[in-house]
């Protein structure tokens, strides 16, 4: 069994976040459902060309489903002597390894989310590759052997660090 160095788990859990999702979502939901209800209890047509009963009810469980899984997804970071593990559930089911023989260099840095990638999530810049961040604007930036760039956010910025310098001066001494 592998000793883990470092393990973080992040959600987006800030409270603007949330509240524009909900925003976005809630009434569309509602409104919805009040015309499903509307056509199949009442036999009342809401609007002048109505949708039908189950394009409004895929339309309600896709958007559950889109909901749920925005306030589910989860970014998980681990590593150990093997490199750094990472899953991003719900969009990377099985977990990921970046090999600490893939990696060439790697730094802690600031980066701007919105101007550098677009903003949160799992994002791709041409500048500086790969992206898996959820908040903040502090992330672990690697420079891989093949030329690409990943950076993992984090909250823990002294804990992976330290994780890092210990596994790579492990992969030195070998």
Request: hydrophobic letters at 45%; a positive charge; charged letters at 20%.
């Amino acid at each position: 069994m592998k000793k883990v160095l470092f393990s973080e788990k992040q959600q987006f859990r800030q409270w603007w976040n949330i509240l524009l999702i909900l925003v976005a979502t809630v009434p569309a939901m509602v409104f919805s459902g009040y015309a499903l209800y509307q056509q199949t209890v009442n036999g009342i047509q809401v609007g002048d060309e109505p949708a039908p009963n189950a394009v409004l009810a895929i339309f309600i469980v896709v958007m559950m489903a889109l909901l749920w899984s925005y306030l589910a997804m989860k970014l998980e970071v681990w590593i150990d002597q093997e490199g750094i593990h990472y899953r991003f559930w719900p969009l990377i089911f099985k977990e990921r390894l970046i090999s600490i023989y893939e990696i060439q260099r790697y730094e802690i840095r600031q980066y701007r989310p919105i101007v550098d990638y677009g903003g949160w999530g799992m994002k791709k810049s041409f500048k500086w590759g790969r992206a898996y961040n959820i908040s903040g604007n502090i992330g672990l930036q690697l420079y891989l052997n093949n030329n690409k760039k990943v950076l993992f956010g984090t909250q823990r910025q002294q804990a992976i660090l330290h994780a890092m310098d210990t596994v790579m001066a492990e992969k030195q001494r070998k």
